[in-house]
């Protein structure tokens, strides 16, 4: 796996507001951005009124992202050999705002009942790319939210891709945050989809954070499905923590879980981590996709059940990615967090 840029190399953080909340919005010219900050690889324009730039390395791999909310709503890497050997590995559903892909959710910790995040709404701007050979493009983005300043690194590679989150806190008070970088995974059929890596991990039912781009909201996550001559509803209970003991997770049922060292656990000098990677599985098309947790201290796992139709396509979808939910992130002042997920393969 291409390892990404040297988080030191990022520039100093401006200083912002003094306090938690999206920031004012801003137009997007790319005409003006394909001329600062395009070059072989990277590519910046218009799709339907939306600013979008589009990566694509020297193999084919391609990702385009969503310039105005920094949102990831493609992402196809070359997965066979033969010559269109491209596979969409996204899951998005257009509209008045594109859902599903990849996202960044960042909810304000001192809220108890979670809250939107404090960047919906958020105009990100273009603050520099770069690119070696052809065989590794990136791009960052940044914006403002209250005392927050918040860059984003989104890096492609001919396997694998790459999201960075980093929040530095210019505020004279401590701030605790929940973040998160979700995405929303295509599979071909809901019988085959599945999830390796995770035998021996604690989980607890759990909500996912709310955010602009869910497929479903968490009340619908959370929301039992329901079996049988009568209709009788089942699912797990939130709050209880269990222990996976499959080899393989099948998301064919409905779910919504938290992987992760329960919260008490936490406090002890030496406890379990969770793995910092697992495997997901599409029989459907014979693919396995890696996702790479680094900075945060737990995963989240969401499959719809029987609401994978809900939005009426032919696909299944699974809702994963690294976060920091059952034990906020406390940014001191002055002080910086990072944290990135890594989507990588080797079907090739």
């Not at 806190?169 to 890596?197: C, D, E, H």
């Not at 269990?242 to 064919?252: K, Q």
């Not at 719809?304 to 994963?320: A, E, I, N, R």
Request: charged share 25%.
């Amino acid at each position: 796996m291409a390892s990404l840029i040297s988080f030191s190399l990022l520039p100093k953080p401006k200083a912002v507001r003094s306090s938690i909340s999206a920031p004012q919005t801003q137009t997007i010219n790319t005409e003006k951005l394909e001329d600062k900050f395009g070059r072989k690889g990277i590519k910046f324009s218009e799709s339907n009124n939306i600013p979008m730039v589009e990566l694509k390395v020297r193999n084919g791999s391609s990702l385009k992202l969503s310039l105005s909310d920094a949102h990831v709503l493609s992402y196809k890497p070359k997965v066979y050999w033969k010559d269109e050997g491209f596979e969409e590995v996204l899951y998005t559903v257009d509209g008045d705002e594109s859902r599903g892909g990849v996202g960044v959710v960042i909810v304000n910790g001192e809220e108890p009942k979670g809250g939107s995040s404090v960047i919906s709404g958020c105009e990100w701007s273009v603050k520099d790319t770069d690119s070696d050979a052809i065989d590794a493009l990136q791009i960052e983005l940044s914006c403002t939210a209250g005392v927050l300043d918040i860059t984003y690194i989104v890096s492609l590679y001919p396997v694998s891709m790459a999201t960075a989150l980093v929040v530095k806190n210019n505020g004279r008070k401590p701030v605790t945050l929940k973040p998160g970088i979700m995405s929303y995974l295509r599979f071909k059929k809901r019988s085959g989809a599945g999830i390796q890596g995770l035998k021996g991990c604690s989980y607890c039912p759990n909500p996912p954070l709310s955010s602009p781009f869910e497929l479903l909201s968490p009340s619908e996550a959370m929301k039992a499905e329901s079996s049988g001559w009568f209709g009788s509803e089942e699912g797990e209970k939130p709050g209880v923590w269990a222990v996976e003991d499959s080899v393989i997770t099948l998301l064919e049922k409905k779910m919504s879980r938290i992987y992760g060292a329960p919260p008490a656990e936490r406090l002890k000098a030496v406890y379990n981590t969770p793995p910092s990677k697992f495997e997901t599985i599409d029989q459907g098309r014979g693919l396995f996709f890696r996702m790479i947790r680094i900075g945060f201290e737990e995963m989240y796992v969401g499959s719809p059940g029987s609401m994978w139709d809900k939005y009426g396509k032919q696909h299944y979808f699974v809702c994963t990615g690294p976060t920091s939910m059952l034990v906020p992130v406390d940014v001191a002042s002055g002080e910086t967090w990072r944290g990135a997920m890594v989507i990588e393969h080797d079907n090739l």
